[in-house]
């Protein structure tokens, strides 16, 4: 079994804040709803879509609310998303040492093989697994598919989320908690990460140390 890396891909390995916030926004505007502050809204992300309706706007039809983000997100999800800074060289970096590399996210297979492919790390990815159905993150599901997808055995979930920290955890994975995304280092300390760290630069040490231990 070939020795992978997990990797959420929201906060992570992309930098997309603004144009879910962007999606999320038009679609509570166009309802007249009230939109959620900067701090609610980093307390919703990372949970499953129709769960962040309902928690955003009580009452309301969150099913509906999500078809309709999907429909806006499909059309705007790149205008500003972009890799963060190293993130290429890292995942080529790591694939050339010989890790699988699959990603664990929220978002559906579909949509996040998408957001993927349009900032130009699908072919640096072995498997994109979306929750498609499964219990979502802090749950190990999604982190266990995506495992089994590349016949990998797992050594570490990095996420910028507690909700991916717990999933490690629960996962039986080294957990990397990186704090440029959703969660500010404060929230991540309290899920008790192995590691939390405000960028991936330090990755690539942590797995020297963990091959060699």
Known sequence: M??????????????????????????LREAGLPLPTDAEMADLIGRPLAEMFRRA????????????????????MADQSRPYPGVPELLDELRGRGFALAVATTKRSGTARRLAEAVGLLPLLDHVQGTDGLPSKPAPDVVL?????????????????????????????????????????????????????????????????LAAR
């Open 57 to 76: 706007a009580p009452g309301a039809d969150a099913e509906a609310l999500a078809e309709a983000y999907r429909a806006h997100y499909r059309a705007h």
């Open 145 to 209: 598919a995506a495992l089994a997808a590349v016949n990998g055995r797992g050594v570490c979930m990095v996420g910028d989320t507690t909700h991916d920290v717990l999933a490690g955890k629960a996962a039986g994975l080294c957990t990397y908690a990186v704090s440029w995304g959703t969660h500010p280092p404060e929230v991540l300390a309290a899920a008790e990460p192995d590691h939390l760290e405000p960028d991936l630069s330090r990755l690539p040490r942590l797995l020297e140390a």
């Open 2 to 27: 070939k020795p992978t890396i997990v990797f959420d891909l929201d906060g992570t390995l992309v930098d997309s804040l603004a144009d879910i916030t962007a999606s999320f926004h038009h679609v």
